[in-house]
């Protein structure tokens, strides 16, 4: 997986909204204790600096080395390199520093669909305390507002080089399978909308374009889905290249907890 982000991880920083601090309100309100969250697949830590405004200490993992360079400070978060997304059980206690049933939030954006989900929920279950542990999962598409029309008229083009595992999110995590107790926050099979607002400079959305795993994909195949002419176009549809446009990102959420213990 880190290869997919670590080509284009100073446009994917530059590029990528920042998330409500609604949602973070939110997700803290659901949770029993504040003392300690993990952010899985933080990239540049757009959702650990969220995460960090209401939890004692974060700890922020990332696969890919490269991201992790461009991740922006902050006291309450802890940035380490993790060779797959979901550490081992003996890595799992000395990374988080509290061992099983220690984690009062896990977060996840924009990246649990690259995940081996079986490995990683098991983790989750793991350290998540219980009860009063939560964990939330969320993403966002080509599903851009007012432009869904020329974006999805451009994501077409994308489609033979997404990796399969994009399938959950380019779907609206509509089929994702999140074993967890339903909270109100979006379960299984029916994620909760969420909006994510950005005011966005044509330059902008090219670079949020070009941080698409699929772009990166095509070029290293030869094939250059953002060349001057797909340029123009989309300067036109987006109505020139010096307008910046307050724009939604039509996102989607599941939050859940792992329930009591077997043995409860």
């Known amino acids: 997986m880190a290869g997919l982000f670590t080509e284009q991880a100073a446009v994917y920083a530059a590029a990528r909204p920042a998330y409500p601090k609604d949602l973070f309100a939110k997700l803290s309100a659901?949770?029993?204790?504040?003392?300690?969250?993990?952010?899985?697949g933080t990239g540049n830590g757009q959702a650990a600096i969220g995460v960090a405004e209401h939890y004692d200490s974060v700890v922020a993992t990332d696969v890919s080395a490269e991201q992790l360079r461009h991740a922006t400070p902050h006291p309450k978060v802890r940035y380490l390199h993790t060779r797959d997304a979901t550490p081992g059980e003996e890595d799992l206690v000395a990374m988080l520093g509290g061992g099983e049933a220690s984690v009062d939030l896990i977060t996840v954006a924009q990246a649990v669909h690259w995940f081996d989900l079986p490995a990683f929920y098991g983790a989750a279950r793991r350290v998540l305390r219980r009860p009063g542990g939560v964990i939330a999962v969320w993403g966002y598409n080509y599903r851009v507002s007012p432009v869904e029309d020329m974006m999805a008229r451009f994501f077409s083009t994308t489609l033979p080089y997404w990796d399969p595992r994009a399938r959950y999110c380019t779907d609206g995590y509509r089929d994702l399978p999140f074993p967890f107790e339903d909270i109100g926050l979006g379960k299984e099979g029916e994620p909760a909308s969420l909006d994510v607002e950005h005011e966005m400079s044509f330059e902008g959305l090219i670079g949020m374009l070009r941080s698409w795993s699929a772009v990166t994909t095509a070029k290293q195949q030869g094939v250059d889905l953002l060349g001057a002419r797909v340029v123009k176009e989309l300067e036109e549809g987006w109505g020139g290249a010096e307008l910046v446009r307050?724009?939604?990102?039509?996102?989607?959420?599941?939050?859940g907890t792992p329930g009591p213990m077997a043995d409860e």
């Open 30 to 40: 659901l949770t029993a204790h504040h003392r300690r969250a993990w952010d899985v």
């Open 246 to 255: 307050k724009v939604t990102y039509k996102a989607f959420l599941l939050a």
